[in-house]
């Protein structure tokens, strides 16, 4: 096999790895998927839900989120191409949020309704405003019904115990709740200044300060009587 002959098989070989690749790893970069400004639990966080496709090509006319059961109030943003509405339901017992107010009844789903569906190869992003539970370690989940004009993808699925999210054909968009930053310790009581020790002068420096003024008393006064007895006539 001549030298050429190798580099233009390595090549193809090359090619054909990278087009595998694409065609492998497209789907998973195509989820829809749920970015939060801030995770930590107890923040308020805007959750952006990001749509990259449609139903095998066809326009998306339609997006049904589920609100997660332990997130009591969401606002979301509105959008210029789409009708938002929101459907309420009543809690088993009221709750006590984290304002002190007693919560009866809860968004459970935001349904974003087309008013131009979104075309096959463009994307999309909507906005949730809410507050993480304070839950840390736990996974938020909101499974979303996308419906387009032809079908409909039902991004649902969460990835059992011990399973990989790569398993999972249409992973319901979710985030992990981290948890909340540690503030800084203050210091301790034996490590700070004592109020009086730091009004009162250093009883060494003190003396030290005194002595230098005697000294300074004698060298004049010896600087003088100098002074004087050059000053006599011979």
Known sequence: MTARRALIRTGAVLAATAL???????PATAHVSATPSDATAGAHTVVTL????GCE???????????PE????????????????????????????AH?????????TVVYTATTPLPEGQRDTF???LTVPDAAGELLA??????????????TEIAEEGQDDDELEHPAPAFEILPASQGEAAPAAADAPDAADADTP????????WIGVVLGALGLLAGGTALARSRRPA
Do not use: M
């Open 20 to 26: 595998t690749t694409l065609v492998v790893g497209g």
């Open 50 to 53: 990001s749509v990259g496709h």
């Open 57 to 67: 090509g066809s326009p998306t006319t339609k997006l049904e989120v589920q609100v």
């Open 70 to 97: 332990s997130v009591l109030s969401v606002t979301p943003t509105r959008h210029p191409f789409y009708e938002v509405e929101t459907t309420i339901v009543d809690l088993d017992e009221p709750v006590t949020d």
């Open 100 to 108: 002190g107010n007693e919560v009866t009844e809860r968004i459970d």
């Open 127 to 129: 906005e949730l405003s």
């Open 142 to 155: 909101f499974p979303t019904i996308q419906t387009c004009e032809a079908g409909e993808t039902a991004w």
């Open 202 to 209: 250093d009883s060494g420096s003190s003396a030290l300060g």
